[in-house]
């Protein structure tokens, strides 16, 4: 009972409401339905990101510092989330046009970490593969197609 309220009907509603978003784009009666949909997606988005951070940070790189396993890169993970988390903050509520610090820790660190795993699969990968979430998974420094196993 437990398993069918935390995996299978969340689910089955996840997968019925998108279905039902998709096919709004082609029916024009469904459109209301599809902007409630898609705001209640972002607001559990939101939610999600926020929890899930907040259980990464408090509840395992502490546990971590705690054990003394990657005690340093812990630590270093979590002074760097609460000063990005305090800059970002702190420009919302000054007020600060075009949120510079926030602009330069996305153009200088985020954006450069989703390159990476593309300039890393075309230089490590003797042929050539279109990478896609999931698509690519790396056995012996080689990158595969999983549908190739």
Not at 130 to 135: D, F, H, L, N, R
């Given at each position: 009972m437990r398993r069918l309220a935390t995996s299978i009907a969340p689910t089955v509603v996840t997968g019925i409401a998108g279905l039902l978003t998709f096919v709004s784009l082609f029916v024009?009666?469904?459109?209301?339905?599809?902007?409630?949909?898609v705001s209640i997606a972002v607001i559990i988005a939101g939610f999600a990101v926020v929890l899930g951070f907040f259980h990464l940070v408090l509840g395992v790189h502490v546990q971590r510092i705690r054990q003394g396993k990657g005690a340093l890169y812990s630590l270093v993970l979590i002074?760097?989330?609460g000063v990005t988390a305090g800059l970002m903050i702190a420009e919302r509520l000054l007020g600060t046009p075009d949120y510079p610090a926030g602009a330069f820790i996305f153009?200088?660190?985020v954006m450069p970490m989703q390159s990476a795993p593309c300039s890393t699969a075309s230089a490590t990968s003797s042929r050539s593969f279109?990478?896609?979430?999931?698509?690519l998974t790396s056995t012996s420094g080689r990158l595969r197609p999983l549908w190739s196993r």
């Open positions: 024009p009666a469904l459109a209301p339905l599809r902007g409630a949909l002074l760097a989330a153009n200088n660190i279109s990478v896609t979430a999931g698509a």
